[in-house]
């Protein structure tokens, strides 16, 4: 099946589906996509036990030339709406929510979060009606994509979940400021509007 996008990702050169995986390649399942990313150099959050990952600007060419590669906003939906996703997006199943109580986490100085208890369920449940390659998976900077690429390789789903490492905002520069990569600064199309239906149940 083929998933509807609005392609307006410049092509970024990336060798796709190659006969070998080697160095700096990940290969499960038929998908394989060559990375710049190196395991070694990434921040201990940011790793997966599959050791799959890719960046926002390489998901960026990828979208654009495959429609067999799904793209997964693993965000709230409060983080959709109030800071946007990106246009390739082809549903937003959180792994986390914010708690409805709103208690206040002073060490983030934000409102906690509690695990969504569905989201290995409404994962399966995508993947089963639209048989995608691969799932990539992204947050705002690539913590929690991490930790769910590995809640879903333990709840055995094999269609292989990549993590996008910088995510949608990127990570912060000096300053504080989510400046640095990311699919934002990567010049992803994303969109504040969030569509009927995006949101999984």
């Given at each position: 099946?083929?998933?509807?996008?609005?392609?307006?990702?410049?092509?970024l050169a990336i060798a796709l589906a190659l006969p070998m995986a080697g160095?700096?390649?990940?290969?499960?399942?038929?998908?394989?996509?060559?990375?710049?990313?190196?395991?070694?150099?990434?921040?201990?959050?940011?790793?997966?036990?599959?050791?799959?990952?890719?960046?926002?600007?390489?998901?960026?060419?990828?979208?654009?030339?495959?429609?067999?590669?799904?793209?997964?906003?693993?965000?709230?939906?409060?983080?959709?709406?109030?800071?946007?996703?990106?246009?390739?997006?082809?549903?937003?199943?959180?792994?986390?929510?914010?708690d409805p109580a709103h208690a206040y986490n002073p060490k983030k100085s934000?409102?906690?979060?509690?695990?969504?208890?569905?989201?290995?369920?409404?994962?399966?449940?995508?993947?089963?009606?639209?048989?995608?390659?691969?799932?990539?998976?992204?947050?705002?900077?690539?913590?929690?994509?991490?930790?769910?690429?590995?809640?879903?390789?333990?709840?055995?789903?094999?269609t292989p979940a990549y993590t996008v490492v910088d995510g949608f905002e990127?990570?912060?520069?000096?300053?504080?400021?989510?400046?640095?990569?990311?699919?934002?600064?990567?010049?992803?199309?994303?969109?504040?509007?969030?569509?009927?239906?995006?949101?999984?149940?």
């Open positions: 099946m083929t998933f509807p996008k609005i392609l307006t990702a410049p092509a160095p700096g390649f990940a290969d499960n399942h038929g998908a394989m996509f060559e990375t710049s990313v190196t395991e070694a150099n990434l921040p201990k959050k940011k790793t997966n036990e599959p050791g799959h990952y890719i960046t926002a600007a390489e998901s960026i060419a990828l979208l654009a030339d495959r429609d067999d590669v799904a793209l997964i906003d693993i965000r709230s939906p409060e983080e959709t709406m109030f800071v946007g996703y990106a246009t390739d997006t082809d549903a937003n199943i959180p792994f986390m929510k914010v934000a409102y906690k979060m509690m695990p969504n208890k569905g989201f290995v369920d409404q994962i399966k449940a995508y993947v089963a009606a639209n048989d995608p390659a691969a799932l990539l998976i992204i947050c705002r900077s690539g913590g929690r994509s991490a930790k769910a690429v590995d809640v879903l390789a333990e709840a055995g789903v094999e990127g990570d912060k520069s000096d300053a504080g400021q989510r400046t640095v990569n990311g699919w934002k600064n990567a010049g992803g199309s994303w969109t504040y509007k969030i569509t009927e239906g995006l949101l999984a149940k």
